[in-house]
């Protein structure tokens, strides 16, 4: 993993990060990502999945772009520098040195591996950079692919949020409620 970083500041805040893998690069966004960041969002899965406004139109997405929705990187193919999809880092501690991560692919572009590859490509780089002792992620109990993202990726399943997600799946009852599984990783997860 090769990486870049430069930021400033007397707040603690990440500073802004390339991390390239043998098959992605993770970058800031740019302003040119808007339009396809807004596409990824609206996406039925990324609906159902996914805690952001719907609607998720231009104005959302530039407000992300621009960094106005906290830590964001674009997930883009290395070869071809597509985007394929956007990781957030929210909830951040800095006194615990903790955070959670969110990926959300493109659905041109799941079942390749590139949650799970970002996510460790970033796991790394918070422990081994920026000293961060846990990396956590949170999957909807009905969500079969983000699951099997964090089993494979070795997260350890820490226990379950009872009714903490509210189901958007367009077959639900309006303000039905599902379960939560708590995933962690912490760097010595990685010796």
Same mark, same amino acid.
């Given at each position: 993993?090769?990486?870049?970083?430069?930021?400033?500041?007397?707040?603690?805040?990440?500073?802004?990060?390339?991390?390239?893998?043998?098959?992605?690069?993770?970058?800031?966004?740019?302003?040119?990502?808007?339009?396809?960041?807004?596409?990824?969002?609206?996406?039925?899965?990324?609906?159902?999945?996914?805690?952001?406004?719907?609607?998720?139109?231009?104005?959302?997405?530039?407000?992300?772009?621009?960094?106005?929705?906290?830590?964001?990187?674009?997930?883009?193919?290395?070869?071809?520098?597509? #985007?394929? /999809?956007?990781?957030?880092? &929210? %909830?951040? @501690?800095?006194?615990?040195?903790?955070?959670?991560? !969110?990926? =959300?692919?493109?659905?041109?572009?799941?079942?390749?591996?590139?949650?799970?590859?970002?996510?460790?490509?970033?796991?790394?780089?918070?422990?081994?950079?920026?000293?961060?002792?846990?990396?956590?992620?949170?999957?909807?109990?009905?969500?079969?692919?983000?699951?099997?993202?964090?089993?494979?990726?070795?997260?350890?399943?820490?226990?379950? #949020?009872? /009714?903490?997600?509210?189901? &958007? %799946?367009? @077959?639900?009852?309006?303000?039905?409620?599902?379960? !939560?599984? =708590?995933?962690?990783?912490?760097?010595?997860?990685?010796?």
């Amino acid at each position: 993993m090769n990486s870049s970083a430069r930021g400033g500041g007397s707040a603690p805040a990440f500073p802004e990060i390339t991390i390239n893998t043998e098959r992605l690069t993770l970058r800031a966004l740019e302003p040119a990502d808007a339009e396809l960041v807004a596409e990824l969002y609206s996406d039925e899965l990324s609906r159902q999945w996914t805690t952001v406004p719907q609607p998720y139109g231009s104005a959302e997405a530039e407000a992300l772009v621009t960094g106005g929705k906290g830590f964001a990187l674009g997930v883009t193919e290395f070869l071809t520098q597509r #985007l394929v /999809g956007v990781l957030r880092l &929210r %909830a951040t @501690d800095w006194r615990l040195r903790a955070t959670e991560a !969110v990926v =959300v692919i493109a659905p041109w572009a799941r079942g390749e591996g590139y949650a799970g590859e970002s996510i460790l490509a970033v796991a790394q780089w918070l422990f081994e950079d920026q000293k961060f002792e846990r990396l956590e992620l949170r999957t909807a109990s009905g969500n079969a692919a983000a699951l099997q993202v964090a089993q494979k990726i070795g997260c350890v399943s820490e226990g379950v #949020l009872r /009714g903490a997600w509210l189901d &958007r %799946a367009p @077959d639900a009852p309006p303000g039905s409620r599902s379960d !939560v599984i =708590v995933w962690s990783l912490l760097p010595e997860d990685f010796l």
